[in-house]
């Protein structure tokens, strides 16, 4: 009976545990009502850590909802990125080409057009 009790506590304490990391990830996560600034922060937090799954589906999140905007041209650029540095190049060579096309005039062009060139040589067989 004691065992019984024992493993109980225990197992609660592990939900209890799991839920508060749960919930503490949550928080990082783009929430419904963020500003485009805190949404893009939140974004550049994840990709700052290299953590680029989760900066892509954040950047992605920022594309959506940040369309012509400063926000939306570096969050583009930073979804390539983000799939770039995940090792995803045909994902980063598409947003790549998304960027050129979107935004045939900005500094950043050459180094998408570049990177694109790069993802599509790192794909190619040996």
Known sequence: MHKLSTLTF???CLLLALF?????????LIQRGDSLEVAFNKAMAFYEKGDYTEASEAF???VQIAR???YGQDAQFYLAESYYNDGRYLLAASEY???ISLFPRVERRQEAQFKEAYCYYKL???
């Open 60 to 62: 992605e999140t920022v």
């Open 97 to 99: 080409e998304r960027f």
């Open 124 to 126: 190619s067989p040996r």
């Open 10 to 12: 225990k197992f609660s």
């Open 68 to 70: 012509g905007t400063e």
């Open 20 to 28: 508060v990391f749960a919930s503490c990830k949550n928080s990082d």
